[in-house]
């Protein structure tokens, strides 16, 4: 059984600029949950994906995006990236939705410069 | 006031201690509780769930208390691998699925 995988690893991109990332998630799963977490912070649920289907939101801009594919592996676009963008981006993989446990994969650190 | 609230820490503690955490929400209509254990510059990883009728898995207790709106994490016979950051997550099921995490308890277990 292989864990949820994200890419890239890290991430370098200045203000403006637009970044896709993406996360596999673990075999089995339908559901990939993103999160933003800042340094010294807990994560920031940004949006669920069940199924192909956006199914919760947190606080966060349009310019936050995503699709989940037939596979349910994932993606989080932002676009016209902003200095506070700077975070570690996590995904979560789950085989159902709300009370199911939650697999994170390692993360994403972007900075924005 | 914050959704979900911890106390930062850290919580300094020798090797053996008992060691308790608490984390409020603010929600009533929230409905699942975990804690999840995150240690430096890696991913969150789940502790335990925590029920209406409190838990145990071998030295950590998890307990809900519904009507003061929070949950606790008890860790008996403190180790130094226990050091790490203790999140707590609250979810609200409703039309969608909005869990909230709080900033995190850190632990710091010493020789």
């Known amino acids: 059984e292989t864990g949820v995988t994200q890419s890239p690893t890290h991430l370098i991109k200045t203000r403006g600029q637009q970044v896709t990332l993406r996360c596999s998630s673990q075999?089995?799963?339908?559901?990939v949950s993103w999160y933003q977490q800042a340094l010294g912070q807990g994560p920031q649920f940004i949006f669920q994906?069940?199924?192909?289907?956006?199914?919760g939101r947190g606080n966060f801009p349009p310019r936050f995006s995503g699709l989940q594919f037939p596979n349910y592996s994932s993606e989080l676009n932002v676009n016209a990236l902003e200095l506070d963008d700077s975070a570690l981006y996590l995904c979560a993989s789950s085989s159902g939705q709300a009370q199911e446990t939650q697999y994170f994969g390692p993360g994403t650190r972007l900075l924005v410069l | 006031r914050k959704e979900v609230e911890q106390d930062p820490g850290p919580f300094n503690v020798p090797e053996g201690a008992t060691v308790a955490f608490n984390c409020t929400y603010s929600n009533s209509a929230s409905q699942s509780f975990f804690w999840y254990r995150q240690d430096c510059r890696k991913e969150p990883k789940l502790l335990m769930s925590v029920y209406s009728s409190g838990n145990e898995d071998g030295r950590f207790t998890a307990q809900l208390n519904r009507a003061s709106q929070y949950i606790s994490l008890l860790i008996r016979d403190s180790k130094l691998s226990d050091s790490a950051t203790y999140l707590c997550?609250?979810?609200?099921?409703?039309?969608?699925?909005?869990?909230?995490f709080g900033r995190g308890t850190s632990l710091i277990v010493h020789p």
């Open positions: 075999s089995g799963h339908n559901t």
């Open positions: 997550v609250v979810t609200i099921v409703g039309g969608s699925y909005i869990p909230t």
């Open positions: 994906y069940y199924r192909e289907e956006e199914n």
